[in-house]
């Protein structure tokens, strides 16, 4: 299995641009988690799916942000507009709902807003 | 509020000594423990895990210790090695939830040669 695939693996973009990161996550894995890591908070999750449903967005920090889900295989995270405090490191992770089961992590995208 | 804490930003050990990285956490519902790594331009990866029913479990160089009433785990790697040398993050999570996690800001553990 290729494991979890991010794309762009790097994004520089100039403030009030729209960003969008996708993600496609290991085949058969039914959960979908968006992350984002930065110095001062470490790994913070943003939101996160079961069987392509949105079931928590309490860590999404603002409307700028929005995700979606379109299909078992591929998820989008858009920031509109861009912020230079949006700038971080974006992982996505996927799952099974399995108990015992852990969360893969793409290589993640880099953000930088200027 | 931090629900998982890793009070130490960054650790250095010699090659061959033990390295202990630590865990605290507050949520006394959390029943499932797990420890990550993460190399620089990578996603973490899973290390190791531990079920509040286990005090202990070991995987090679790796130990994780479970202390419940402490709310306190740790992650022991012996012997170190510089390949450890990465940001080690640990997690927590409530089994039978929607498996969210909750990690803690992360250690970066250099091993020197």
């Known amino acids: 299995d290729a494991g979890v695939i991010q794309s762009p693996r790097h994004e520089v973009t100039e403030m009030g641009q729209e960003v969008t990161l996708r993600c496609k996550p290991i085949s058969g894995h039914n959960s979908l988690f968006w992350y984002r890591q930065t110095m001062m908070r470490g790994l913070e999750l943003l939101i996160y799916?079961?069987?392509?449903?949105?079931?928590?967005d309490s860590g999404m920090p603002e409307d700028r942000f929005s995700a979606k889900m379109p299909n078992a295989s591929f998820s989008t995270l858009k920031i509109q507009p861009s912020e230079p405090r949006d700038s971080a490191v974006y992982f996505c992770?996927?799952?099974?709902?399995?108990?015992?089961?852990?969360?893969?992590f793409g290589p993640g995208t880099r953000l930088t807003v200027l | 509020d931090q629900q998982v804490k890793q009070n130490s930003p960054s650790l250095s050990v010699q090659e061959g000594r033990i390295s202990i990285l630590n865990c605290d956490y507050t949520n006394s519902m959390f029943d499932y423990f797990l420890w990550y790594k993460k190399y620089p331009a990578e996603g973490p990866t899973f290390l190791i895990s531990?079920?509040?029913?286990?005090d202990k479990n070991e995987d090679g160089r790796f130990t994780v210790f479970l202390n419940k009433s402490a709310k306190h785990l740790s992650l022991h790697i012996v012997p170190s090695q510089p390949g450890d040398s990465a940001v080690y993050f640990c997690?927590?999570?409530?089994?039978?939830?929607?498996?969210?996690?909750?990690f803690g800001s992360g250690t970066q553990l250099t091993v020197l040669p």
């Open positions: 992770a996927s799952s099974q709902l399995r108990p015992g089961d852990t969360q893969y």
């Open positions: 531990i079920s509040s029913i286990k």
């Open positions: 997690a927590a999570g409530v089994s039978g939830s929607a498996r969210q996690l909750t």
């Open positions: 799916f079961n069987n392509n449903v949105p079931i928590d």
